[in-house]
């Protein structure tokens, strides 16, 4: 089993890449596969709305040149999936916005019962919603979402002061370990119940 982290900041040591570590060392000693990618400090435009994803296979967005169209294979491939962002504006951060739009409308179907965590540094206020925003791109693609024992949020400005945080560091911990157990009880489970048959998506529009 493998779970791929991305982490969205800018800082690729920063307190986002903290909390992401701490979470990825409790996988790992559950002997499971990780990975760690930085994109924060990467150009990653905005999704055009051009639809040309949907008109031509391969899971490939028509916009070439940046991290989407590698990381979506990985992403795929993983077990689960770890997200990692700062706090702009009671809100991510403008590059994993921009990454996500495009990776979740390009793959969001084959996301489908995988396992998904978003975690969140922040200095003060806005984590909360920030964290409710990265969750949404895992519950529209049928993911399953991994908790811990409070918002998986981390506190601090300049990097390294998010390890003064002992409860932020207890969250992660936890929220790794969890992760651990639902991807092995996932696993274990394969052989025994299936799953159910995914419906065609019916949709609607409220313009006539």
Not at 56 to 72: F, K, M, P, T
Not at 76 to 86: F, H, M, Q, R, V
Request: aromatic share 6%; with cysteine.
């Amino acid at each position: 089993m493998k779970v791929l982290a991305i982490n969205g900041s800018p800082r690729a040591d920063g307190n986002t890449a903290t909390a992401l570590r701490i979470a990825l060392h409790e996988l790992e000693n559950e002997g499971i596969t990780t990975e760690l990618v930085t994109i924060g400090q990467n150009t990653i435009r905005g999704c055009l709305a051009c639809f040309q994803c949907r008109a031509r296979s391969g899971q490939r967005c028509a916009i070439n040149g940046d991290e989407v169209n590698v990381l979506i294979p990985k992403m795929l491939e993983a077990d689960g999936i770890l997200l990692g962002s700062p706090v702009y504006y009671s809100g991510i951060n403008g590059t994993m916005k921009s990454f996500l739009d495009r990776v979740f409308f390009v793959a969001g179907p084959g996301m489908r019962h995988k396992v998904g965590a978003a975690v969140i540094a922040v200095r003060r206020s806005g984590g909360s919603a920030a964290f409710d925003q990265m969750n949404k791109y895992f519950l529209i693609s049928q993911m399953l979402v991994v908790g811990s024992n409070y918002w998986n949020i981390i506190h601090g400005m300049m990097p390294g002061e998010a390890t003064q945080d002992a409860e932020g560091r207890q969250v992660m911990r936890t929220l790794g370990q969890n992760m651990a157990w639902l991807l092995k009880l996932i696993d274990h489970g394969k052989t025994a119940v299936v799953p159910p048959v995914p419906e065609e998506k019916i949709m609607t529009n409220f313009v006539r």
